[in-house]
């Protein structure tokens, strides 16, 4: 947006070096993740590979199919900011508070049920996006 300014490029500079430095350290969290999510048992060296290069492959591919990065932050904020605003701390709550007062009890329900509805509202305008993008 900014064309080739000095401060731009030294920007980009400062972006591509963050993503170089921290991109092993969330892969090697997804890879443990998905592993853990679909699997009961250690992971071997061959699947600690493959887990890499499927999650390389599949971010890759949303990076070239995807045509404004403000998509991608419109999903990705439409659903991680109801979720650490509203629904994990009403679930946390809920589990560590047994004896909670029914009040506050009460308002973690509440906004288990409210935080859905505001990542609905949230995705909204990129859901929308997404659907113009599929009819043409």
């Given at each position: 947006?900014?064309?080739?300014?000095?401060?731009?490029?030294?920007?980009?500079?400062?972006?591509?070096?963050?993503?170089?430095?921290?991109?092993?350290?969330?892969i090697?969290?997804?890879?443990?993740?998905?592993?853990?999510?679909?699997?009961?048992?250690?992971?071997t060296?061959?699947?600690?590979?493959?887990?890499?290069?499927?999650?390389?492959?599949?971010?890759?591919?949303?990076?070239?199919?995807?045509?404004?990065?403000?998509?991608?932050?419109?999903?990705?904020?439409?659903?991680?900011?109801?979720?650490?605003?509203?629904?994990?701390?009403?679930?946390?709550?809920?589990?560590?508070?047994?004896?909670?007062?029914?009040?506050?009890?009460?308002?973690?329900?509440?906004?288990?049920v409210?935080?859905?509805?505001?990542?609905?509202?949230?995705?909204?305008?990129?859901i929308?996006?997404?659907?113009?993008?599929?009819?043409?």
């Open positions: 947006y900014y064309g080739t300014h000095l401060f731009t490029t030294i920007i980009k500079a400062c972006y591509s070096i963050i993503l170089v430095l921290t991109a092993p350290m969330l090697f969290a997804c890879r443990l993740s998905l592993h853990d999510l679909f699997f009961k048992y250690e992971m060296t061959l699947q600690h590979y493959l887990w890499g290069i499927g999650i390389l492959v599949f971010s890759g591919l949303i990076a070239v199919n995807v045509s404004s990065v403000n998509l991608v932050f419109g999903v990705v904020g439409g659903v991680s900011a109801p979720l650490l605003i509203y629904i994990l701390p009403s679930i946390y709550y809920i589990r560590i508070c047994k004896d909670g007062s029914a009040i506050k009890k009460g308002i973690s329900y509440f906004s288990l409210l935080g859905p509805l505001f990542m609905a509202v949230c995705l909204y305008a990129s929308k996006t997404i659907i113009q993008a599929i009819k043409k």
